[in-house]
């Protein structure tokens, strides 16, 4: 992560921030999160994280200490936070049981997706959890303009912007009374964001049309690509270039012959540990893009434009700010740039 790596470590370490020049949050505290009304009388003592990028938050503003269990991982950690993970129960490399969450006996239940703890409740419901006593915060990200009733990854309706992601920091702050280590988390993403823009400013207007591949149920079927309100298309907003889908679906399955006429100049591939896919590893994404008769006469495969990033930079979580750096790198490096 760079810059994050030591700005963080030292500013916001697990063991607190020594800063105090914001108020404290009074108590009881009452937020509107993602339509209902929440209230905490106290700052959350033991929280069960469903979804990595929550984790990594709560990791971010220095709460590892309260974290009783997690679930829903992607690929490993952010690398200054590995010692802290090791000892953190994970209850699900997926979606967790209601009876595994509650086992812990959390007073917060925070999660990155909607679906989990939502109207949907894959692993449970809001309802569910207050009537054992159990506060539940859902990221902003998935609920602010987005629909997610049909239980899969949602419709958004307006584009996503990082403003989503500071503003669950600065809840999550609020929350759990440390309100300086969200600041100081906020401005340091903002700080790498501009940096990342100015870096590929002869590209700014080039319009690059570029396709970002999650992944794919099936290798040789359609792909989930990144559709046009989505985390990458914020990315791709930030730097200059264009998305290939039009649809509002967060990662609608696309055919490569829809792709193809489009005729994408870079291929953005997700790397990430897990397996549930068949196309979830990336080797598997180019082995196919090189070997199918569509795919390989595409103008990115045929220059070897690909860029490898992080899955969990695809996402709304504060690795976004990764993705924006690891594009403008990559058309760089492909002499892209005006």
Same mark, same amino acid.
């Given at each position: ?6 700005? =963080? ?12 020049? =914001? ?54 950690? =952010? ?67 987005k629909i997610n009733a049909d239980g899969g990854d949602g419709v958004r309706k307006e584009l996503f912007t990082m403003d989503l992601i500071y503003q669950e920091i600065a809840e999550l702050s609020e929350i759990f009374d440390v309100k300086d280590r969200g600041d100081a988390l906020i401005a340091d993403l903002k700080k790498r964001e501009a940096a ?39 990315? =791709? ?13 967060? %990662?609608?399955?696309?055919? %490569? ?52 990033? !992080? ?10 700010? !990764? ?16």
């Amino acid at each position: 992560m760079r810059q994050i790596i030591a700005t =963080l470590t030292f500013a916001l370490g697990l063991t607190g921030f020594a800063g105090t020049s =914001l108020a404290a949050t009074q108590y009881p505290l009452t937020l509107n999160n993602c339509g209902q009304q929440v209230t905490f009388k106290k700052a959350p003592e033991k929280i069960v994280s469903i979804g990595q990028g929550m984790t990594e938050v709560l990791f971010s503003l220095g709460l590892a200490g309260k974290v009783a269990g997690t679930a829903v991982w992607v690929g490993p950690v =952010l690398p200054q936070y590995a010692d802290a993970n090791s000892k953190i129960k994970r209850l699900a490399d997926n979606d967790p049981s209601f009876e595994a969450v509650v086992g812990q006996e959390p007073d917060l239940v925070a999660a990155e997706f909607e679906w989990h703890v939502g109207a949907q409740g894959s692993v449970g419901k809001r309802e569910q959890f207050a009537d054992l006593g159990i506060n539940t915060y859902i990221a902003p990200a998935d609920c602010v303009a987005k629909i997610n009733a049909d239980g899969g990854d949602g419709v958004r309706k307006e584009l996503f912007t990082m403003d989503l992601i500071y503003q669950e920091i600065a809840e999550l702050s609020e929350i759990f009374d440390v309100k300086d280590r969200g600041d100081a988390l906020i401005a340091d993403l903002k700080k790498r964001e501009a940096a990342a823009v100015a870096s590929i400013s002869g590209a700014s207007g080039k319009n690059l049309p570029v396709v970002f591949w999650f992944s794919s149920k099936e290798v040789k079927g359609d792909a989930f690509i990144a559709g046009k309100n989505s985390a990458p298309a914020y990315i =791709l907003k930030t730097v200059g270039a264009k998305n290939v889908v039009t649809t509002e679906e967060e %990662w609608p399955l696309v055919g %490569w012959e829809t792709i193809a006429q489009a005729n994408p100049a870079v291929i953005v591939l997700a790397t990430m540990d897990r397996r549930r896919y068949a196309a979830d590893d990336p080797k598997v994404k180019i082995d196919f893009l090189e070997s199918d008769p569509v795919t390989k006469e595409l103008e990115a495969v045929k220059n070897k434009h690909f860029v490898m990033m !992080d899955a969990q930079s695809m996402n709304p979580t504060i690795r976004t700010i !990764d993705g924006i750096e690891t594009l403008a790198n990559g058309i760089k490096t492909f002499g892209l740039t005006q």
